[in-house]
């Protein structure tokens, strides 16, 4: 967590205390300012609308006392119908006032999360590849949504809830005590009655309406976790799905139950209200009704302060509460900055430079590294199960060095966990070492800027990934301005003429969510393709060990021989005709390189290459041989 490096205050979302929180960090409404400036116009008008048609609350009731008391007991028609008239007109005007606040209101609220949205997106764009291996995407998601959400609430509703509130309540208190000071005195006394009850009804609410928050969000985590291929795959293989739909059960009962008791709390602070109103109608009409027989003023006036009580205290209640309210939504805008705030661990320095032209050679030098910690790369309340973790025994690579000469294949051999794929994420800086200096073309990595890096490495996974497009808009993703011949042409290197041949719409086919409806080695000779149409230096490859029969396996093999061709290429090696090509075998064990040289060299040494050779390599030997013996 980056945050001014105080304590991990933040927990899980599920367990997190962070959306009950009642203090902020300072400077947190200043920033929210810094939102709602662009709209002050809207603002401006908004407030305006809003505080003319909390003004008119009280022109209905006066205008009902002159229609009985000055049109009715004088017997003046047309006084009435005047007046008739003007409560109609009144009704229009503030039913367009309302559409008209309503509107402004949505534009500024809808503005905002605009631009908290694309803000967050590109923001977390630019997040190291250490938080998402950290952060469960749901919960991610769901603070993206419900909390940008609750940010907006915080400039329109709390703000309209406190303008028209504030004003009802002083406009109606006014009128009422210049009507009859008595009966104002006895409805206020009436007051606190009600709104201590209410605060306390409105704090349940409010804390039971961010309990429903964090409960819908630990559903959805569960939805996306298992409604993606993998996971709906996992839960297939592992025959699950009753035990899976039971854990979905206890979540959905949990936000069922928290509905009910929303719903059950919300509505008691409406019966209150309306409660204490009838109540309060029951006394003004007993004491108001003897006042008028007494003399003390007119029927109009009595029907006035009736329906001026009605109004009274739904504008109070909502003012004792607001602070809960202006609370709540302040915390959802915190809980978005808390996402801004997290540094880019990795970003272009001002002065980095491009990467040389041509061919360009790799090189570690010295290099150590160990995988962020949660603390440096993540959110803990974006993780399930934050821990503490010590950094002091998790070092992955430790004093690597090796060059890798311009169009040269260097393979990466070692037992699992030995730190290869780390040693790939360095070259294409997902991640930057701890000490010592990665070097491509000669220049620091850190000094380089991210855009040229990109183009100059090109990376294929054992499982790559497809996004859920056509194959066409796949390999365009390499390169945007490609025509279709071109990526014909790169699927044809990459050994793909048969598959193009068998899609039902050719390019334009959708390759099904990350690239299922493929087959592993179509997946990756597909990806093969995107690079061959990328044509970057350097090539970064993990070679697929699974999924793949011998004949789908021989025209990767061929795809990638014609991918490698005059790049520079780092291969973590799982085949015997790799190793064999590679101009140099890099041996890892437990992060440090323990062996160097051709496959001849090191098979003389008789040392762990030796021992790996037999284990991995050996066996695809004889296979070969047995092929070759078949053949023959
Ligand atoms: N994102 C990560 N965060 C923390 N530790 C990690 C992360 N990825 C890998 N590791 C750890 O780093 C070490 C090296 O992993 P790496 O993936 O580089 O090994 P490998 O040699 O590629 O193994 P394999 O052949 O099984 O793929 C392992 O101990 C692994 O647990």
Redesign the pocket.
């Known amino acids: 967590m980056m945050q001014g490096g105080g304590p991990p205050i933040y927990r899980s979302l599920v367990n997190d205390g962070s959306a009950k929180r009642t203090s902020l960090p300072p400077g947190t409404v200043r920033r929210i300012a810094g939102y709602a400036r662009p709209h002050w116009r809207s603002i401006a008008f908004f407030l305006l609308a809003t505080s003319v048609s909390s003004g008119i609350v009280v022109a209905n009731p006066l205008l009902l006392k002159a229609i009985i008391d000055r049109g009715v007991s004088q017997q003046d028609t047309s006084l009435v119908t005047v007046l008739a008239v003007g409560v109609a007109l009144l009704a229009v005007f503030e039913a367009a006032l309302g559409l008209t606040s309503r509107w402004l209101s949505s534009r500024i609220g809808e503005g905002v999360i605009y631009m908290l949205r694309t803000q967050v997106f590109r923001h977390v764009q630019r997040m190291p ?2 938080f998402f ?1 950290r952060t469960q995407t749901g919960s991610l998601i769901s603070r993206l949504n419900t909390d940008v959400v609750g940010a907006q609430r915080a400039i329109t509703s709390v703000l309209q809830s406190v303008v028209s509130n504030l004003i009802s309540a002083v406009a109606v208190i006014t009128t009422m005590a210049l009507l009859s000071w008595q009966i104002t005195l006895i409805a206020l006394l009436l007051v606190p009655l009600f709104v201590l009850p209410a605060k306390f009804i409105g704090r349940k609410v409010a804390n039971i309406s961010r309990d429903g928050m964090d409960l819908n969000a630990e559903m959805s985590s569960l939805m996306t976790e298992r409604f993606n291929v993998g996971g709906a795959m996992l839960v297939k293989l592992y025959g699950r799905p009753e035990e899976e739909a039971d854990a979905f059960a206890g979540r959905a009962a949990r936000v069922r139950d928290i509905g009910v008791a929303q719903a059950v709390f919300g509505g008691l602070l409406f019966t209150l209200i309306g409660l204490i109103t009838s109540l309060a109608t029951a006394v003004v009409y007993g004491v108001g009704g003897n006042l008028v027989i007494g003399g003390a003023f007119q029927l109009g006036t009595l029907v006035a302060m009736t329906t001026l009580l009605t109004r009274l205290y739904a504008p109070i209640t909502a003012l004792s509460n607001v602070h809960v309210e202006v609370m709540t939504a302040l915390v959802s805008f915190d809980r978005v900055f808390e996402v801004l705030d997290l540094k880019p661990m990795i970003e272009d320095r001002p002065d980095a430079r491009d990467l040389p032209a041509g061919p360009l050679g790799v090189e570690f030098d010295g290099v150590s590294f160990r ?2 910690t949660a603390e440096e790369a993540s959110l803990d309340s974006l993780e399930l199960t934050p821990q503490a973790e010590s950094a002091a025994d ?1 070092q ?1 690579l430790s004093d690597v060095s090796f060059t890798a000469e311009p169009g040269q294949l260097v393979a ?1 051999v ?10 790939t ?1 360095l070259v294409s800086r997902l991640y930057d070492p701890l000490s010592g200096q990665v070097r491509i073309g000669g220049e620091d990595l850190r000094d380089v800027k991210s855009q040229s890096l990109r183009d100059a490495v090109g990376v294929v996974t054992q499982d790559p990934q497809l996004f859920h497009e056509t194959v066409g808009d796949n390999l365009r993703y390499a390169r945007p301005g490609a025509g279709d011949a071109e990526l014909i042409e790169a699927m044809r290197a990459a050994q793909l003429e048969g598959l193009l041949a068998n899609l039902p719409d050719g390019l334009d086919t959708m390759v099904g969510d990350r690239g299922y409806r493929l087959s592993g080695g179509e997946k990756q000779r597909l990806a093969i393709a995107r690079l061959l149409l990328k044509a970057p230096s350097v090539v970064v490859l ?1 070679e697929a060990t699974a999924h793949l029969d011998s004949e789908s396996e021989a025209a990767v093999q061929e795809a990638l021989r014609t991918a490698l061709v005059g790049r520079t290429s780092l291969v ?1 090696a799982h085949r015997l005709a790799t190793v064999r090509e590679a101009d140099l075998i890099l041996v ?1 064990e437990d ?1 440090r390189i323990l062996e160097r040289g051709t496959h001849e060299e090191l098979l003389r040494e008789g040392g762990l290459y030796t021992a790996l050779y037999r284990t991995q390599f050996a066996s695809q030997e004889k296979d070969a041989q047995g092929t070759a013996a078949s053949r023959v």
């Open positions: 590849l250490a291996t995988y962020p998790t992955v990466l070692g037992p699992s966990g030995a730190g290869k794929t780390t040693m994420h993990d973590i890892l992060g």
